[in-house]
């Protein structure tokens, strides 16, 4: 069982940066993909990025590109996604999960695909 636990979230003014990182109990030398999704109140969850371990390929949902940076350090077991310019709508509970890297890719990238989660870590972006 893969174990993930999600940190950095906080409150941010608009225009503010933040870096969420995911632990994972996995290696690059296991096949999977870590992928981060978001859940505002009143909304589905939202996929945002993945990235497969053993090879850093990454793919963003199409709402997402050019916006945040999802990144690997293999060293670490941690995976990053770095937010820039937040704004008052990127305020949710951010979940990091890991599956197979079959499922981070397009048309696969879908929160009911994964089967690992973590617990979640909150964004607020209010001024």
């Known amino acids: 069982e893969v174990q993930l636990v999600e940190s950095g979230g906080g409150l941010v003014q608009p225009g503010g940066s933040l870096r969420l990182s995911c632990a994972h109990s996995?290696?690059?030398?296991?096949?999977?993909?870590i992928g981060w999704f978001r859940q505002a109140p009143g909304k589905e969850r939202e996929a945002i990025s993945c990235?497969?371990?053993?090879?850093?390929?990454?793919y963003y949902a199409d709402s997402m590109k050019g916006r945040f940076t999802i990144s690997s350090d293999g060293a670490r077991n941690t995976v990053y996604l770095q937010m820039p310019m937040l704004r008052l709508e990127d305020t949710a509970v951010y979940y990091c999960?890991?599956?197979?890297?079959?499922?981070?890719?397009?048309?696969?990238?879908?929160?009911?695909?994964?089967?690992?989660w973590g617990q979640g870590t909150q964004v607020t972006v209010s001024s």
């Open positions: 999960a890991a599956d197979s890297p079959l499922y981070c890719r397009e048309s696969y990238f879908l929160d009911y695909n994964w089967d690992y």
């Open positions: 990235i497969s371990l053993s090879d850093g390929s990454a």
């Open positions: 996995t290696s690059t030398f296991d096949n999977y993909a």
